[in-house]
């Protein structure tokens, strides 16, 4: 929960102090229960927004790789053609396309994961939204059988208005510590799903140096082999 999340939640609070003396304890447990379903519904865009970055990503992965397909068929087209420098320049294109698509692997790995974990959290909360609900439903009927109770006593003792008041407040002080931990467990669940690491982080300059050299050694060992290749060729044709 941000910082204005948690402003908020800590004002919502105050004056629900405020009014709990005047409110009914029945509309009290149903604003408790529409709130935890406000949450399950955050969860649920959470959930949408992860499955919609991870399809992001898997297109782009599939697109790199229909141009890494592309590059290698011109290299192999100008190497037919004796120009080994648009050769080169297609290969180095097809090494780049070649490391992006692992890092976005890795990082659709990464999403996949957050979404597993998403769902599985989206289906904890929702499990204990519906004990709420069947919690809320016994509490209420227990009151209105108090309350009722109550009223009955009140006619026969005289002395109704106090016992009344006595009542009222031990039912508001265990709703509203039951309402309270439902909502304590909701948030600390959406507080453990963190939050995604940036898929931008390229390295150091170290590293972009290490991948160069390497990506010039892919290179020249694809050329090695596109010569060798198209030398056997050259041989096979000359034997026929």
Request: no cysteine.
């Given at each position: ?16 102090a405020?009014?709990?003396?005047a409110?009914?304890?029945?509309a ?65 294109k ?21 979404q ?42 005289g ?36 939050q ?45």
């Amino acid at each position: 929960m941000g910082l204005i999340g948690r402003f908020l939640f800590l004002v919502r609070s105050k004056l629900n102090a405020l009014l709990n003396r005047a409110a009914d304890p029945s509309a009290e447990l149903d604003y408790s229960y529409e709130q935890l379903r406000d949450q399950l519904q955050d969860v649920t865009r959470g959930i949408a927004d992860v499955t919609t970055q991870k399809k992001r990503l898997e297109i782009h992965r599939r697109r790199l790789r229909e141009n890494v397909e592309k590059y290698d068929g011109q290299a192999r087209e100008a190497m037919r053609q004796g120009r080994e420098d648009l050769a080169r320049r297609a290969l180095e294109k097809k090494q780049a396309h070649v490391s992006q698509i692992a890092d976005l692997t890795d990082q659709i790995d990464d999403l996949q994961g957050t979404q597993d974990r998403l769902v599985g959290k989206r289906a904890e909360l929702s499990s204990r939204v519906e004990q709420f609900r069947t919690h809320k439903e016994t509490v209420k009927a227990r009151y209105e059988a108090a309350e009722a109770s109550a009223r009955v006593s009140e006619a026969f003792t005289g002395v109704g208005d106090t016992m009344a008041d006595v009542s009222r407040s031990i039912e508001r002080a265990t709703e509203r510590t039951e309402r309270m931990e439902a909502r304590a467990a909701a948030l600390e669940e959406l507080e453990e799903t963190g939050q995604l690491e940036s898929v931008l982080d390229k390295g150091d300059d170290i590293d972009r140096e290490l991948d160069r050299v390497s990506t010039e050694r892919a290179v020249d060992y694809e050329l090695e082999s596109l010569r060798a290749e198209l030398g056997s060729e050259a041989e096979r044709e000359a034997a026929d």
